[in-house]
């Protein structure tokens, strides 16, 4: 298969915990850098504490010069004075793309409060970050609704005010349902939302683990899918290959609607999201990365 024209991939990673999921990190980024992804973000822990690691990895991979970097910044955990702070220190480093959410409550804490002298929500972030700085911002969308939304109507009209204050783009929440995807795609452009809608796919490397992702944040888990990876606990080679063959099929009808670019949620590993850009047909346009894991 030939490349579809104008195919663009970003990548996402979190911070890892110790020495052994570092080296998986470096060793999945060296995979995936070939492929010029438009950048690679990392993400915060929901209560912002990973922050440290997350500013750590990000200035790490924007020093090794042949990526982008895209640090995660959230409303949680913080003041305004000190989420600017960080985001002027970024743009310090050369980190020109941010990630800007509202954030997660910490856990055990029934529901978010906004920091009383923070940025109430993801909105208002943005335009603090805007005003700071020409950032690239995306945000986050959610085609099923964010659960925690009175309504899809007012979901909407949330996204709207995040692009309104300077978001670039949005990036989805994971989905498998692709009609939910361009429901959600004909709902923002019937909205006049224009900024792109940028899909987020989740390769599945454990079903356990997809269905706990899904119940935290409202995604819909189709029956088709579940008999897919019925009886195959102990079979984690067959797994694989229903893993891949799920999301190239799922990559391949979106792009056949007229999407292209694709953001991929790794949880760190490049085998699954290397063989489906393979699928969309991208080839590797560099040499791997140099001396990712050396520490900065």
Same mark, same amino acid.
């Given at each position: 298969?030939?490349?579809t024209?104008?195919?663009?991939?970003?990548?996402?990673?979190?911070?890892?915990?110790?020495?052994?999921?570092e080296?998986?990190?470096w060793?999945?980024?060296?995979?995936?850098a070939?492929?010029?992804?438009?950048?690679?973000?990392? =993400?915060?822990?929901?209560?912002?504490?990973?922050r440290?690691? =997350?500013?750590?990895?990000?200035?790490?991979i924007?020093?090794?010069?042949?990526l982008?970097?895209?640090?995660?910044?959230t409303?949680?955990?913080?003041?305004? =004075?000190e989420?600017l702070?960080?985001?002027?220190?970024?743009?310090?480093?050369?980190?020109?793309?941010?990630?800007?959410?509202?954030?997660?409550? &910490?856990?055990g804490?029934?529901?978010?409060?906004?920091h009383?002298?923070?940025f109430?929500?993801?909105?208002?972030?943005?335009?603090? *970050?805007?005003?700071?700085?020409?950032?690239?911002?995306?945000?986050?969308?959610?085609?099923?609704?964010?659960?925690q939304?009175?309504?899809?109507?007012?979901?909407?009209?949330?996204?709207?005010?995040?692009?309104?204050?300077?978001? =670039?783009?949005a990036i989805?929440?994971?989905?498998?349902?692709?009609?939910?995807?361009?429901?959600?795609?004909?709902?923002?452009?019937?909205?006049?939302i224009?900024? &792109?809608?940028v899909?987020g796919?989740?390769?599945i490397?454990?079903?356990?683990q997809?269905?706990?992702?899904?119940?935290?944040?409202?995604?819909?888990?189709?029956?088709?899918?579940?008999?897919?990876?019925?009886?195959?606990?102990?079979?984690?080679?067959?797994?694989?290959l229903?893993?891949?063959?799920?999301?190239?099929?799922?990559?391949?009808?979106?792009?056949?609607?007229?999407?292209?670019?694709?953001h991929?949620?790794t949880?760190?590993?490049?085998?699954?999201?290397?063989? *489906?850009?393979h699928?969309?047909g991208?080839?590797?346009?560099? +040499?791997p990365? +140099?001396?990712?894991?050396?520490?900065?």
């Amino acid at each position: 298969m030939s490349a579809t024209p104008g195919i663009k991939v970003s990548f996402e990673f979190f911070p890892p915990a110790d020495a052994a999921m570092e080296a998986t990190l470096w060793s999945s980024l060296q995979r995936l850098a070939p492929l010029a992804p438009r950048f690679v973000s990392v =993400t915060y822990g929901a209560d912002g504490s990973t922050r440290a690691r =997350t500013h750590q990895l990000v200035t790490r991979i924007q020093q090794a010069g042949a990526l982008t970097g895209a640090a995660h910044l959230t409303c949680v955990g913080a003041s305004r =004075t000190e989420i600017l702070d960080i985001a002027r220190d970024y743009w310090q480093q050369g980190v020109r793309h941010l990630v800007a959410l509202r954030g997660d409550p &910490p856990q055990g804490t029934p529901c978010y409060q906004p920091h009383p002298d923070g940025f109430a929500y993801a909105a208002d972030l943005v335009a603090g *970050i805007a005003r700071l700085a020409a950032f690239d911002i995306s945000v986050a969308a959610y085609p099923e609704v964010h659960p925690q939304a009175r309504s899809a109507a007012d979901d909407l009209e949330n996204l709207r005010r995040k692009l309104d204050a300077g978001a =670039t783009r949005a990036i989805t929440q994971f989905f498998y349902d692709t009609e939910v995807f361009l429901r959600f795609r004909d709902r923002c452009a019937a909205a006049g939302i224009s900024a &792109p809608i940028v899909p987020g796919i989740l390769p599945i490397t454990r079903f356990p683990q997809v269905l706990r992702f899904a119940r935290a944040c409202g995604a819909s888990i189709p029956a088709w899918l579940h008999e897919r990876f019925s009886g195959l606990d102990e079979d984690a080679e067959t797994r694989r290959l229903i893993a891949a063959s799920v999301a190239i099929e799922q990559v391949q009808a979106l792009s056949a609607h007229g999407v292209r670019e694709f953001h991929f949620y790794t949880l760190n590993r490049a085998e699954l999201t290397y063989a *489906i850009c393979h699928a969309l047909g991208l080839r590797p346009q560099s +040499q791997p990365l +140099q001396h990712a894991g050396t520490p900065a």
